[in-house]
């Protein structure tokens, strides 16, 4: 596995259900981040920790839960300087 290696890895997820609903409760609070730890199973009961965080796109063209990406992490947010 990447982080029994010691390595941290940020991905963009794409939105499924649950995302496209919490990009749209973050859309009425009027919030620009939010972040959500989020376990992976794995089989053979081993799970995988990870963090999403949603994070408001600056300039976006839509009015919608579209103006919000998803990222996936093994380390926090503090490895996500450059997204904001």
Do not use: C
């Not at 941290?8 to 973050?26: F, H, I, N, W």
């Not at 859309?27 to 053979?44: A, F, N, P, V």
């Amino acid at each position: 596995m990447i982080s029994q290696r010691g390595l941290s890895y940020v991905v963009p997820k794409g939105m499924q259900t649950s995302e496209k609903a919490q990009a749209k409760r973050l859309l009425q609070q009027d919030q620009d981040r939010y972040e959500t730890d989020r376990k992976i199973y794995l089989g053979k009961n081993e799970w995988h920790e990870t963090t999403l965080i949603y994070r408001r796109k600056e300039d976006a063209e839509h009015d919608d839960h579209r103006q919000y990406s998803v990222f996936m992490t093994n380390r926090g947010s503090g490895h996500l300087v450059e997204y904001g």
